[in-house]
């Protein structure tokens, strides 16, 4: 049951009595209001949510992270010449010391300062914006350059562990616990057919011979916010799973969600593929902000990380599609079945067009 948000309010430093608090639909993780106040410097607005410890079991840790980020992310921009209002998070202290507050049932809650004049787009309505999108990602990436990633939580481990992907597949299949695999022979035989290549970047960080970075770990297209009149990306939002990783995941994350032709349950599988054009915008962006901080071996496999996090994408929703739909919510049935035909299409259209991925990785590196 949900802890009423109006006495959860109470508990944190705000800048004048609440006179409005309204639900905030959008995401399906964590609940989230809008908060609206009025005090002796005139109407102020929050963000309030409750952080859903079953998907993130290490609350505490988390917001550790979140904190210590936006704090450097602060020192960053400032000497930068830059806002740290409005291109960074600012967490609100709660009453009695902290930044987050826990009910006496146990639930984590915790509120930001509302960035003004800026908004989140669910859908990419241009290459620009894709073009600014990854600008965000890749300015939140460079910023923390600095930061030592080490000093960070694990908040979901292995969580972009393709390798481990795989076997979860595996086992999945071999077990069989609703008889579904037999359908599916050909999607697990894709997978068997390209295990080393999945495995190249996981090896590589285990290895070190690839650098650790501090990564957002959700780079998609809403989780960036444009400014009103610029239409500049101005603050990446989201950082519950900030922690060590790979900037290739992140790069590769952002083309899987962003990049392709048709939705993510497409059906009709020749509405699937890669858009050029809006990975050329992606990549341009992306290096804009990043080529000089990167491996050459990174640059390089930045289009093979696109592929990677799309196929693991789709062997993700193929092994809960197999063990019962536990994982991810679905709306009707083998909903899962068609997110993973769509993602190995996508990958699939990926692996036909990597020469033209590799052109304009390097046009712009």
């Known amino acids: 049951m949900l802890s009423n948000p109006s006495i959860v309010i109470d508990q944190f430093t705000l800048g004048g009595a609440v006179v409005d608090m309204q639900r905030y639909e959008v995401g399906h993780i964590n609940d989230t209001f809008i908060v609206q106040t009025h005090g002796p410097q005139g109407p102020r607005r929050y963000i309030l949510q409750r952080i859903n410890h079953h998907v993130f079991p290490q609350p505490t840790a988390l917001m550790t992270n979140i904190l210590r980020v936006t704090r450097f992310l602060r020192e960053k921009i400032v000497e930068q010449g830059g806002d740290p209002e409005r ?26 300062h509302y960035i003004e004049g800026a908004r989140a787009y669910q859908q990419v309505e241009s290459p620009e914006h894709l073009y600014q999108a990854a600008r965000a990602f890749g300015r939140f990436m460079l910023r923390l350059q600095d930061f030592p990633a080490s000093d960070l939580h ?24 609703q008889g579904r695999a037999g359908e599916v022979r050909d999607l697990i035989a894709l997978a068997e057919a390209r295990v080393e290549k999945m495995g190249l970047i996981a090896e590589a960080l285990d290895a070190g011979a690839l650098p650790q970075h501090v990564t957002h770990n959700d780079t998609k297209f809403n989780n960036v916010l444009f400014d009103d009149v610029t239409g500049d990306g101005v603050c990446v939002v989201d950082l519950d799973t900030v922690m060590p990783g790979s900037a290739l995941y992140d790069f590769g994350d952002f083309v899987n969600t962003a990049a392709g032709n048709g939705a993510e349950d497409e059906r009709n599988l020749e509405r699937v593929s890669l858009n050029l054009s809006y990975f050329e915008a992606i990549t341009r962006g992306f290096l804009q902000e990043t080529a000089g901080m990167l491996t050459s071996q990174e640059r390089e496999w930045l289009p093979l990380s696109a592929w990677l996090i799309t196929f693991e994408l789709g062997m993700r929703f193929l092994t809960d599609h197999l063990n019962g739909d536990v994982y991810f919510r679905i709306h009707r049935p083998n909903h899962n079945l068609d997110r993973a035909r769509s993602k190995f299409k996508l990958a699939l259209d990926m692996e036909a067009k990597e020469d033209a991925m590799a052109r304009i990785v390097a046009r712009f590196c």
């Open 154 to 177: 694990i908040i979901i481990p292995d969580f972009h562990h393709t390798p481990k992907r795989f076997e979860a597949l595996m086992q999945a299949a071999d077990a069989d616990v």
């Open 87 to 112: 291109e960074t998070l600012t967490l609100v202290p709660v009453r009695d010391g902290g930044y987050f507050y826990v009910t006496p049932d146990g639930d984590y809650w915790r509120v930001y």
